[in-house]
C-alpha cells in the first residue's frame, strides 16, 4: 500500500533507539523527511548516518526536550529548514525514579514535553495538508500494571490530552491520535532487562498474552506510519492498542 507520505516531514522525539528509532526508519521507508532528537549526541549522529543512507533528508540534534525553550527552537528552526513539518511523533519518556522525582520527571518528559512541541508543530501543522501528531502512550494507562505509579499515571494523562486535543484542533486540519504499545522486547530495553533479571514476573506477562510472544518496535512503528499517513486521513481521536491481546477489557 502506498501511504503517500513522500516528502513530508516528520519530527520524532527519543528517535535514536527503541520504538522512536523504529518510526523514524519505517517514516523515512515511505519517504518521509526526518528530524529527531534525544540527549545522546553520539547516538543522534549515528541515526542520521544511518537513516540518511535511505535518500530521504535527515536532520538531528542532541537536546533535552524537557528544556522547553530549547526544545521550541530546535523545533522553529526544523520548520525553517525543511520547509514546513507535517508530522509530529511525541515519544520521549522520564525516568522511574523513587518518590518526587520520578513524578516530576514524568510529567516533564510526557506531558509538558508533548504540550511544548504541539505548541510549537502548530503553525506547521495548520499549513499542512496532512498536518497530524502521534502520542506514544501504553497499555499500562488503560488498566492496571505493576503499580500505581507515575509512568502509567502520565501516560494516561496523556491519552486525556490527545483525545481532547482532536476535538479542538480537528477545524484546522489536524488529527491527533495516540497509539499504546504493551510488552514490546527490544534487546537492551526494559523487557529484556525484566527478561534477565525478573524471570517470573517475564513468563507470568507471557502466559497473558493470547498471541504468545511480545511485540516488535517495526509493529509499533508501522501503526504510526499508517495512522499519520493521508491514507487515515478520517482518523482521528483514537487510542490504537497493540498488545498481542494482554490487556482483557472489551474495546468497542
Known amino acids: 500500500m502506498d501511504l503517500r507520505l513522500q516528502g513530508q516531514t516528520a519530527l520524532i522525539t527519543g528517535g535514536t533507539r527503541g520504538i522512536?528509532?523504529?518510526?523514524?526508519?519505517?517514516?523515512?521507508?515511505?519517504?518521509c523527511n526526518i528530524a529527531l532528537c534525544a540527549r545522546?549526541?553520539?547516538?543522534?549522529?549515528?541515526?542520521v548516518a544511518d537513516i540518511s543512507a535511505t535518500g530521504v533528508s535527515v536532520t538531528g540534534v542532541a537536546l533535552d526536550v524537557a528544556d522547553g525553550p530549547a526544545f521550541k527552537s530546535w523545533i522553529e528552526a526544523v520548520g525553517a529548514e525543511m520547509g514546513g513539518i507535517d508530522i509530529f511523533v511525541s515519544?520521549?519518556?522520564?525516568s522511574n525514579s523513587p518518590g518526587d522525582e520520578g513524578w516530576q520527571s514524568q510529567f516533564d518528559y510526557n506531558i509538558l514535553a508533548t504540550v511544548h512541541g504541539v505548541e510549537a508543530c502548530r503553525p506547521f501543522l495548520e499549513a499542512s495538508s496532512n498536518g497530524n501528531i502521534i502520542v506514544i502512550s501504553t497499555t499500562a494507562a488503560v488498566e492496571h500494571f505493576m503499580n500505581a505509579g507515575p509512568y502509567n499515571a502520565m501516560k494516561a494523562a496523556l491519552l486525556n490530552y490527545s483525545g481532547a486535543l482532536s476535538q479542538e484542533l480537528g477545524p484546522l486540519g489536524i488529527r491527533v491520535n495516540a497509539v499504546s504499545p504493551g510488552p514490546i522486547f527490544i534487546k537492551g530495553g526494559s523487557w529484556d532487562t525484566i527478561k534477565q533479571h525478573m524471570t517470573a514476573f517475564y513468563k507470568a506477562t507471557m502466559a497473558q498474552i493470547p498471541l504468545g510472544r511480545m511485540g516488535t518496535a517495526e509493529e509499533?512503528?508501522?501503526?504510526?506510519?499508517?495512522?499519520?499517513?493521508?491514507v487515515a486521513a478520517f482518523t482521528t481521536g483514537t487510542n490504537v492498542i497493540i498488545d498481542g491481546g494482554l490487556t482483557k477489557r472489551i474495546q468497542f
Open 220 to 230: 509499533v512503528a508501522a501503526q504510526v506510519a499508517l495512522l499519520a499517513s493521508p
Open 91 to 94: 515519544n520521549v519518556s522520564g
Open 40 to 47: 545522546n549526541s553520539g547516538a543522534v549522529d549515528q541515526a
Open 20 to 31: 522512536g528509532r523504529a518510526i523514524a526508519e519505517a517514516l523515512a521507508a515511505e519517504g
